[in-house]
């Protein structure tokens, strides 16, 4: 029997637990979107899913847009609540005025790691997003279509994230070495 003791803690999968976790389903989410995660402070978490997002769809394709909500939050252990904020309202400006928008903290970490791994990219602050090339732009292609290009403005780093710890939660590590990359960042604190 185990007890308490002598139970050994299972490692988060991402980032610190949240301490809530709710699901809502809403009409009242942006056009086109179809789920949305929305961070409270420093660990809770509220999952947000229009209409859209649940019919005519299977279980597991619902399964599969939550799981790619809640894997936003491992970018969590890369900011605190108030750096995310400050982060969300400097998108909302940059998206609003245009011009430049600074390289975030999940996006420099993410960069530096995968430039470390020999894969070729560079941040481009008019686009807003880590721009891949080469190599790079094959692995996160393999991942989901998602995970290059087709993410809103500001978001595609962000995207690429959720994206890669879905597939590796999914198909196991060994199976695309860009995601497992960044995986490893994520959540090995590499």
Same mark, same amino acid.
């Given at each position: 029997?185990?007890?308490?003791?002598?139970?050994?803690?299972?490692? =988060?999968?991402?980032?610190? =637990?949240?301490?809530?976790?709710?699901?809502?389903?809403?009409?009242?989410?942006?056009?086109?979107?179809?789920?949305? +995660? #929305?961070?409270?402070?420093?660990?809770?978490?509220?999952?947000?899913?229009? =209409?859209?997002?649940?019919?005519?769809?299977?279980?597991?394709?619902?399964?599969?847009?939550?799981?790619?909500?809640?894997?936003?939050? +491992?970018? /969590?252990?890369?900011?605190?609540?108030?750096?995310? #904020?400050?982060?969300?309202?400097?998108?909302?400006? /940059?998206?609003?005025?245009?011009?430049?928008?600074?390289?975030?903290?999940?996006? +420099?970490?993410?960069?530096?790691?995968?430039?470390?791994?020999?894969?070729?990219?560079?941040?481009?602050?008019?686009?807003?997003?880590?721009?891949?090339?080469?190599?790079?732009?094959?692995?996160?292609?393999?991942?989901? /279509?998602?995970?290059?290009?087709?993410?809103?403005?500001?978001?595609?780093?962000?995207?690429?994230? +959720?994206?890669?710890?879905?597939?590796?939660?999914?198909?196991?590590?060994?199976?695309?070495?860009?995601?497992?990359?960044?995986?490893?960042?994520?959540?090995?604190?590499?």
């Amino acid at each position: 029997m185990i007890t308490s003791q002598n139970a050994i803690a299972p490692k =988060p999968f991402v980032g610190d =637990p949240a301490r809530n976790l709710k699901f809502v389903t809403t009409s009242r989410l942006g056009r086109g979107v179809i789920a949305q +995660a #929305e961070r409270r402070g420093d660990s809770d978490l509220v999952i947000r899913i229009g =209409p859209s997002g649940i019919r005519g769809r299977s279980m597991d394709d619902v399964e599969q847009i939550l799981f790619h909500e809640v894997a936003h939050a +491992a970018e /969590w252990r890369l900011t605190s609540g108030a750096e995310w #904020e400050r982060e969300t309202n400097r998108l909302i400006r /940059w998206r609003d005025r245009g011009g430049a928008l600074r390289i975030s903290r999940s996006s +420099a970490k993410i960069e530096e790691t995968l430039k470390t791994a020999g894969y070729s990219i560079a941040y481009d602050d008019r686009k807003g997003q880590i721009v891949l090339s080469g190599k790079a732009v094959e692995e996160a292609s393999a991942i989901s /279509w998602y995970a290059v290009g087709r993410a809103d403005p500001g978001t595609q780093d962000s995207e690429l994230i +959720a994206e890669s710890i879905r597939f590796v939660a999914m198909n196991g590590r060994g199976k695309n070495r860009l995601a497992d990359v960044i995986v490893e960042v994520l959540l090995d604190g590499h």
